[in-house]
C-alpha cells in the first residue's frame, strides 16, 4: 500500500492549495478516505473525510467553508482544496486510509505566511 500527498507549499494567508494524494496497492474505491494535519507542537487532528463513493464528506469546524475534500476513483485519488488559508493552517498534512490496520502517507508541508 502507498500513499502519495503532493501539492504542499508556501502561501499567502488568504490565498489557496489543493492537496492531492495518490492511493495505490489496495482497492481504493472499497474505502473511505481520511485528511489529517499536524502543527509544530501540536497532536494530529483530522480535517476532513469523504465516503467510498464520495457522497458523505465531514469537516473540522475550523475548515468548514473553507476546505472541500473530493475523490476520483478511477484515478485512486483523493484532494483537498484549501481556499482562504490562515496562518493557523500550517501543518503538515496527510492522508489516510482504513484499509487493513490503516496506513498514512509521508505528508506534504503546507505553510500560510506572509
Known amino acids: 500500500v502507498q500513499l502519495v500527498e503532493s501539492g504542499g507549499g508556501l502561501v499567502q494567508p488568504g490565498g489557496s492549495l489543493r492537496l492531492s494524494c495518490a492511493a495505490s496497492?489496495?482497492?481504493?474505491?472499497?474505502?473511505?478516505m481520511r485528511w489529517y494535519r499536524q502543527a509544530p507542537g501540536k497532536e494530529r487532528e483530522l480535517v476532513a473525510s469523504?465516503?467510498?463513493?464520495?457522497?458523505?464528506?465531514n469537516y473540522l469546524d475550523s475548515v468548514k467553508g473553507r476546505f472541500t475534500i473530493s475523490r476520483d476513483n478511477a484515478k485512486s485519488a483523493v484532494y483537498l482544496q484549501m481556499n482562504s488559508l490562515k496562518p493557523e493552517d500550517t501543518a503538515v498534512y496527510y492522508c489516510?486510509?482504513?484499509?487493513?490496520?490503516?496506513?498514512w502517507g509521508q505528508g506534504t508541508q503546507v505553510t500560510v505566511s506572509s
Open positions: 489516510y486510509t482504513r484499509y487493513l490496520n490503516g496506513y
Open positions: 496497492g489496495f482497492t481504493f474505491s472499497n474505502y473511505p
Open positions: 469523504i465516503s467510498s463513493a464520495g457522497g458523505t464528506t
